[in-house]
């Protein structure tokens, strides 16, 4: 058996919430080496690094650390552009939670400094890449729906003010659930329809004041300033359509998550914030929808996944499956819903991306199928 490449040394900026389940994964996948972490609460990173088994060190002294090849971006969204520009500079490719900037604008910064420098720019999610949407992106390719005709995703609630005790980050711009949870649905459809073409949209602020539900703060009211409820069209490069709406207002009690109608049929895709399934298809002549199998791994929380591919492709030479290109496209749709209903147009995006390549079915955790 040939010898495996040596693995990638990785420090990671932001030692919060999502750090653990990170942390904890990429201990897992052989080609990556957790080397070091950092926190402006140098506290946090003290906590973590013992935990863990790396170094704690400054945001500072982990950009100079010579041996670190890959920085994991886990800081708050109003950061990663800083941080992922930071990280470049320094020499290092990046991997970032998403979104991966907040503007169009810096997410093109961060792309054109990682080519002019040849580094690799990676972004989350990487949920994409777990056994249930890829065995819908399997049955689409399959002909499974026949020609893809429309896409419906939805992700609806009432906000997290009732239970997050800091939650005004969600109700700022760069907030709301277009932000916080449409990268999910947009990176799965991308995955499996394609890139975008244009895209329409509608935004409203149903509540202008939140109260908070949790924590020592609670019951303070808080000012709404972004967008809380996006109903969003989709123009598909494929020529299918979608629909999306995100939503901080709604109680709505059926959520179609994700479908996908064709020709032929419809596939109900699994809530793309998860790895698993199930997956359901309905066909002419059925009576019932029809459970489809998961032949893929990676079926549990396994985020860290995009890292590990990451690595393989910096090693291999090829282009990452959660990439920077992909993060961006998605980028530019979200900031095109509230452009298109500040203008009163459709808006044709600037950006495209390539549609990441499938994993296999056999893949090992370092074999990520290149
Ligand atoms: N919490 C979740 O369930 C969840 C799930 C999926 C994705 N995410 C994403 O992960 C990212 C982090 O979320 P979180 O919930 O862990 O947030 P968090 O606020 O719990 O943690 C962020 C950490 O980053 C640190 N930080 C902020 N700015 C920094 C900087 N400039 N340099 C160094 N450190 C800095 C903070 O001190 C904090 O410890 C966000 O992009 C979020 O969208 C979170």
């Not at 957790?34 to 704690?56: P, S, T």
């Not at 932000?179 to 244009?198: E, N, S």
């Not at 492709?313 to 900031?335: K, N």
Request: glycine share 10%.
């Amino acid at each position: 058996m040939a010898a495996l490449p040596k693995p990638v040394a990785v420090g990671v900026i932001g030692c919060g919430t999502i750090s653990d389940i990170y942390f904890s994964q990429m201990a897992k996948f052989p080609n990556l080496r957790l080397v070091a972490c950092a926190d402006i609460i140098e506290e946090r990173a003290a906590i973590k690094a013992a935990e863990y088994g790396m170094r704690a060190l400054t945001v500072e002294a982990l950009l100079a650390e010579p041996e670190i090849e890959l920085v994991v971006n886990l800081t708050i969204p109003s950061q990663h552009a800083p941080v992922n520009l930071a990280a470049l500079t320094a020499g290092k490719s990046i991997y970032c939670e998403k979104p991966l900037a907040l503007a169009s604008a810096d997410c093109q910064r961060i792309l054109d400094l990682a080519k002019q420098s040849h580094l690799l720019v990676g972004n989350a999610p990487d949920t994409f890449l777990g056994g249930g949407l890829q065995t819908g992106r399997q049955y689409l390719d399959a002909g499974g729906v026949g020609q893809p005709i429309q896409a419906v995703a939805s992700f609806q609630s009432s906000g997290p003010e009732g239970w997050h005790p800091q939650p005004d980050f969600y109700f700022a711009p760069g907030g709301g659930p277009m932000f916080d949870m449409g990268p999910y649905y947009l990176t799965a459809l991308v995955m499996l329809l394609g890139p975008v073409r244009r895209v329409g949209g509608l935004t409203k602020i149903t509540h202008a004041e939140r109260t908070i539900g949790a924590g020592p703060r609670k019951g303070e009211r808080i000012p709404v300033t972004t967008p809380t409820h996006i109903a969003g069209v989709l123009e598909f490069a494929s020529g299918a359509m979608g629909t999306i709406v995100t939503s901080f207002d709604t109680h709505a009690r059926y959520r179609p998550t994700l479908e996908i109608t064709g020709t032929e049929g419809t596939l109900r895709l699994p809530d793309p914030n998860t790895f698993g399934g199930p997956l359901y298809r309905d066909q002419p002549g059925e009576q019932e929808w029809q459970t489809l199998a998961v032949p893929f791994g990676y079926t549990t929380n396994s985020r860290g996944l995009g890292v590990a591919d990451l690595a393989s492709a910096l090693r291999r030479g090829r282009s990452p499956r959660a990439s920077g290109a992909l993060g961006a496209h998605v980028v530019e749709i979200m900031e095109a819903f509230g452009a298109s209903a500040n203008t009163n147009r459709l808006i044709t995006l600037t950006t495209t991306c390539e549609r990441p390549a499938p994993m296999v079915a056999d893949a090992e955790p370092y074999h990520i199928a290149d």
